[in-house]
């Protein structure tokens, strides 16, 4: 299963629904919400009570990666607004096999990010609770940034690490993903595709998500 994950970030905060209703007719499998709280990255972004609203207007998964501090306060209030799936930052989850358990115990799929410094051995105690493993490819806090090239021999790992245990998390990347680089990082088995940047700074968002599907 390959899937392409649009990441609202980079899309005109004014227009969000005819954003979204956009992305999601042109062919967007999951939607990616960036929640960033100014203390774990530098920058802030927006909560459950614009998830919740935005819930009632998509028709997608949402796909909710925290990039926050004490994430385990906030879980019922974002599966509560329409988490489909969380993923949690391990650097800031101190009881990461705790709070998977929490995800889980609510009722949405759990994800576990690592950033790109942060080696794959540190999911080797959970990695059997994890419905998919995200890799990031920039360091997080904005959109747009330079794709990290290590982040392609990471995803060869983990890819041989799940057949090895014989497990089937997902496999997602975010950051730097475009038409140009979607092929190599498909290569790289990946099964999730983040796509920010690549999208809504393009003219014709159909046309693009087609190309990104034809990459991968
Ligand atoms: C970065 C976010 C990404 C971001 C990706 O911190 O986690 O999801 O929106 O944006 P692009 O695709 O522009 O790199
Ligand atoms: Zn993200």
Redesign the pocket.
């Known amino acids: 299963m390959k899937l392409i994950a649009a ?1 609202i ?1 980079s899309a005109d905060f004014s227009r969000l629904k005819d954003e979204i209703q956009a992305v999601e007719s042109a062919g967007a499998d999951w939607l ?3 929640i960033m709280d100014g203390h774990f990255v530098p920058n802030i972004t927006f909560g459950p009570p614009v998830l919740e609203k935005l819930k009632k207007i998509s028709t997608k998964p949402f796909d909710v ?1 925290l ?1 926050i501090q004490n994430a385990d306060c906030y879980l019922e209030s974002f599966v509560k607004a329409g988490a489909d799936l969380i ?1 949690v930052q391990v650097e800031a989850c101190p009881h990461l096999h705790r709070t998977l358990g929490q995800i889980k115990k609510l009722g949405a799929k759990a994800a576990a ?1 690592l950033n790109p410094h942060t080696p794959l051995s540190c999911l080797e105690y959970v990695l059997a609770d994890l419905d998919m493993v ?1 890799l ?1 490819s920039v360091n ?1 806090g904005f959109g747009g940034q330079s794709f990290i090239p290590s982040a392609l021999e990471k995803a060869k790992k983990l890819k041989a690490w799940r057949e090895e245990k014989k497990l089937n998390f997902l496999i997602e990347m ?2 730097g993903i475009k038409t140009q680089n979607i092929a190599e990082i498909s290569k790289a088995g990946v099964d999730v595709f ?1 796509v ?1 940047s690549g999208i809504f700074e393009t003219a014709n968002y159909s046309a693009t998500i087609s190309e990104l599907k034809k990459k991968i």
Do not use: K
Request: proline share 6%; net charge negative.
């Open positions: 990441s970030l990616h919400m960036d990666h990039m993923s990010v995200l990031m997080p975010d950051g983040v920010g």
